[in-house]
Structure formats: structure tokens, C-alpha cells
């Protein structure tokens, strides 16, 4: 980052309960920019429903070349059911499929990391998840939701179809990211996920994976099925540093990881590729049930700035601070309604003013 320049960030809000998280990710990344002298320049943008509404199509070209010109898109939940009905490429989800493509965002990071203070949001006995901190990296840029589709025929005729194609160089550059980051890691581990007993893809995946894992002699590196890693991720989660997958695969395991930690409230995710920008934003949706009523759980936008500071701007400092205030507002007890139980809860905004009142 060139410090004589401001770091330019997109904001796009989205939808439903986007607007409102987006905010005070925008508030909490102000205030660190202040506290560790980070120059950063916001600039709005429309994409998802709100864009549909606006101009009829989920992603203008004003937006993409407001991207363009960015170097991180902070990008809040996009859809509802106010835009399920027609043609695929004029739903809201098409943004971020045109954004990822656009860019070549094809590493997608979901950390997963058990705060202490919320052990017992977790299903799981506290035993087996505490300590859980581990890396999701999912391909984002191939596989079945890039793949050609097509249906055919009428009645019990009716068939359909969906290919899963993969490269060996998309397999490699994402199999490299996912050991580079395991590289910053204590552990320096990383499972690779396939289905290489049944798919040719997955067989692919797993010839090329191991080829490239011989760059990296420094990162212990193994395989695993996927329905072994499902059945792991819930028996001992804690044996995982860094998991890279395939789209779909990842898609799945990754909302997995959520339930082990009790809340897609809590989830953060960037989308990296070679250059900028990346994109980053919270896994949880858009929730219209509760948009517009102040009570939505801000904390995973909050962690969403984190890695964009951390991954996007390079400044661990100020992302770490930010991941640490948080769990200090969860240790104090800090609560929205999603995690509150019975307890009194806080609103979306004195949630994220919990947050910087414990920045260190």
C-alpha cells in the first residue's frame, strides 16, 4: 500500500440486513484507520436487489468500474425473496458471481476460530471445540457453479444436468494460496478435500494438489474425502489448520464450520486473487426477517473489516486489534439477540460501539 495515497474502498450495502451490518463494519474500520494512522477513502456502490430496483440489473457497470478503481470491495449480503422469481442473470447472487469472475477472485477464506467467550453457543460439547481455529480456503472461480448446465425433455422425461470442470492451473494457483497462508500459520498444515474415489475431477484435483504441495516441503500436507472431512469437522474439529477445497465442497463445508461455532453471525470471509481488489464480506444473508430493525448481529461484518485490513491492506496491527475487541465485548458479555439466549441483548449499533469502546 502506498502510504502517500489512501487505501480506496468500495462499500456495497446489499440487502436486507446488509445496510445495516455494512455500517458499522464502515464505523469500525474508520476508527482503526484513526488509531493506527491508516488513510482510507469509502465510496458507495450498488449491487444486489437494491441495484435491480434501481437501474434493473443486480451488478450497473458503474459499480464494476467503481470496483475497478478500488483496492478492497466491502460488500454487505446480497438477496431476498423480493427477487427470486426470474431469469437467473437478474438475481441479486449474480453480482457476486460477475464480481469473483470479474476479478478472478478465486481463493475464497473463511477462518473458523472458537472464541472462548461463546463455548457454549457451540452444539457441540465444549471438550471438543475448544481450541478449534482452522482456515477454510475455498476455490471460488470453477467448478459446478461455472460449469455448463442443461435440461431436456418433458414429464418423467425431464432430465438435467450440471458438469464440474476443473484445470489443473486453476487447481494449482489455490492450492498454492492455501499453502502460502498456512506458511503464517503455527501449524503449517493443510488438508486437501476431494471425492477422488468416485469423480474425475476430484482425481485431477488430488494429482495436482500433490505435485504442488512439493513447492512447499515446509507445510505438512494430506489428503482427505469429503465425507470423511464432514464427519471430522464435527467429530474434532481442533485437528484442522488449513482445509482447501473445491467451490462446491467448500460452499458446504464451510457453513459446516459455522455450526460448530453456533452462528453465521460470527463468520467473516475474503475473496482474494493475484491482485487487487479483494472482496470481503460476512457469510451470514441478507435475513429480511429482522432488516430494518436495528438487532442484527454486526460482529461478522466487524471480523470482515479485520481481514481486509489483514489481507487486503497488510496491516495486522490494526486487524488484530479489531478480532481482540470483539472477544473482549463477548467476554464482557455482550450479546445481539441471535446469541443472547434469555438474556438482555444489544441492538446492531451498541453492539459495534461495545466493540470500540474495548479497542486496546
Do not use: H, W
Given at each position: 500500500?502506498?502510504?502517500?495515497?489512501?487505501?480506496?474502498?468500495a462499500v456495497i450495502a446489499g440487502?436486507?440486513?446488509?445496510?445495516?451490518?455494512?455500517?458499522?463494519?464502515?464505523?469500525?474500520?474508520s476508527e482503526a484507520g484513526?488509531?493506527?494512522?491508516?488513510?482510507?477513502?469509502?465510496?458507495?456502490?450498488?449491487?444486489?436487489?437494491a441495484a435491480i430496483d434501481a437501474v434493473g440489473h443486480p451488478i450497473p457497470e458503474d459499480t464494476v468500474a467503481?470496483?475497478?478503481?478500488?483496492d478492497?470491495?466491502?460488500?454487505?449480503?446480497?438477496?431476498g425473496p423480493k427477487w427470486d422469481r426470474g431469469p437467473a442473470a437478474l438475481r441479486p447472487e449474480q453480482a457476486l458471481f460477475v464480481l469473483r469472475k470479474t476479478f478472478q477472485l478465486y481463493a475464497n477464506l473463511r477462518p473458523a476460530r472458537m472464541s472462548p467467550p461463546l463455548l457454549g453457543a457451540s452444539p457441540?460439547?465444549?471438550?471438543?471445540?475448544?481450541?478449534?481455529?482452522?482456515?477454510?480456503?475455498?476455490?471460488?472461480?470453477?467448478?459446478?457453479?461455472?460449469?455448463?448446465?442443461?435440461?431436456?425433455?418433458?414429464?418423467?422425461?425431464?432430465?438435467?444436468?450440471?458438469?464440474?470442470?476443473?484445470?489443473?492451473?486453476?487447481?494449482?494457483?489455490?492450492?498454492?494460496?492455501?499453502?502460502?497462508?498456512?506458511?503464517?500459520?503455527?501449524?503449517?498444515?493443510v488438508t486437501s478435500v476431494d471425492k477422488a474415489n468416485v469423480l474425475e475431477t476430484s482425481r485431477l484435483w488430488r494429482e495436482v494438489a500433490t505435485e504442488t504441495a512439493r513447492e512447499y516441503p515446509d507445510v505438512r500436507f494430506a489428503h482427505m474425502l469429503v465425507d470423511n472431512a464432514a464427519l471430522q469437522l464435527v467429530r474434532d474439529p481442533t485437528q484442522f489448520d488449513v482445509i482447501v477445497t473445491e467451490n462446491t465442497f467448500g460452499d458446504i463445508?464451510?457453513?459446516?464450520?459455522?455450526?460448530?461455532?453456533?452462528?453465521?453471525?460470527?463468520m467473516p470471509s475474503a475473496s482474494l486473487g493475484d491482485h487487487p481488489p479483494g472482496l470481503f464480506e460476512p457469510v451470514h444473508g441478507t435475513?429480511?426477517?429482522?432488516?430494518?430493525?436495528?438487532?442484527?448481529?454486526?460482529?461478522?461484518?466487524?471480523?470482515?473489516?479485520?481481514?481486509?485490513?489483514?489481507?487486503?491492506?497488510g496491516h495486522e496491527d490494526a486487524a488484530a486489534a479489531i478480532e481482540a475487541a470483539a472477544t473482549r465485548a463477548l467476554a464482557d458479555g455482550c450479546r445481539t439477540a441471535d446469541m443472547a439466549g434469555t438474556a438482555p441483548a444489544l441492538g446492531t449499533r451498541a453492539m459495534t460501539d461495545a466493540v470500540l469502546a474495548r479497542f486496546a
Open positions: 500500500m502506498n502510504g502517500s495515497q489512501p487505501y480506496r474502498v440487502d436486507g440486513i446488509g445496510a445495516e451490518v455494512t455500517a458499522e463494519a464502515v464505523r469500525v474500520l484513526r488509531r493506527f494512522g491508516i488513510g482510507l477513502a469509502f465510496e458507495e456502490g450498488l449491487a444486489g436487489g467503481l470496483c475497478r478503481r478500488s478492497a470491495i466491502l460488500l454487505g449480503a446480497c438477496g457441540l460439547r465444549r471438550e471438543v471445540v475448544d481450541g478449534t481455529d482452522f482456515l477454510i480456503v475455498r476455490e471460488l472461480c470453477g467448478g459446478l457453479y461455472y460449469g455448463a448446465q442443461s435440461r431436456t425433455g418433458a414429464g418423467d422425461a425431464r432430465s438435467a444436468s450440471d458438469t464440474l470442470p476443473y484445470s489443473a492451473a486453476e487447481i494449482r494457483r489455490v492450492v498454492r494460496k492455501a499453502c502460502e497462508l498456512a506458511r503464517l500459520r503455527p501449524r503449517r498444515q463445508l464451510s457453513d459446516e464450520a459455522a455450526g460448530v461455532l453456533g452462528s453465521l453471525g460470527l435475513a429480511p426477517d429482522i432488516a430494518g430493525k436495528g438487532v442484527a448481529n454486526p460482529l461478522a461484518a466487524i471480523l470482515t473489516a479485520a481481514l481486509l485490513l489483514r489481507y487486503g491492506a
